[in-house]
Nanobody
Framework: QVQLVESGGGLVQAVGSLRLSCVASGRTFRNYAMGWFRQSPGKEREFVAAISWRGARTNTAESVKGRFTISRDNAKNTVYLQMNSPTPEDTAVYYC????????????????????WGQGTQVTVSS
């Protein structure tokens, strides 16, 4: 079992910045891949970014590439999403997720690859 708790969401102005955090517990954090997804009303949950076990590899959606950065601190059991220059189109509930079956080099992008999910944190970007 893995428990995930996100924090850091809120209201942010466009061209500002925000950092989301997700703390994991229950299994050895350094042995699984982590991802961030988002979902806005009426839309499917979509991939934002993923990071491999030790952080050597990352994968970022084209829509946020160059603006959002995923990172992890295995000593703190925490994964982060740094959001720079957000736009109103980035408004959504953001979820972190854990893929305990990923190989150490993998950065999964599909929702059905992830086994555990956090409760989500709302991010609202004002223009």
């Amino acid at each position: 079992q893995v428990q995930l708790v996100e924090s850091g969401g809120g209201l942010v102005q466009a061209v500002g910045s925000l950092r989301l955090s997700c703390v994991a517990s229950g299994r050895t954090f350094r042995n699984y891949a982590m991802g961030w997804f988002r979902q806005s009303p009426g839309k499917e949950r979509e991939f934002v970014a993923a990071i491999s076990w030790r952080g050597a590899r990352t994968n970022t959606a084209e829509s946020v590439k160059g603006r959002f950065t995923i990172s992890r601190d295995n000593a703190k059991n925490t994964v982060y999403l740094q959001m720079n220059s957000p736009t109103p189109e980035d408004t959504a509930v953001y979820y972190c997720a854990a893929d305990i079956n990923a190989h150490f080099w993998e950065t999964p992008t599909r929702t059905n690859e992830y086994n555990y999910w956090g409760q989500g944190t709302q991010v609202t970007v004002s223009s």
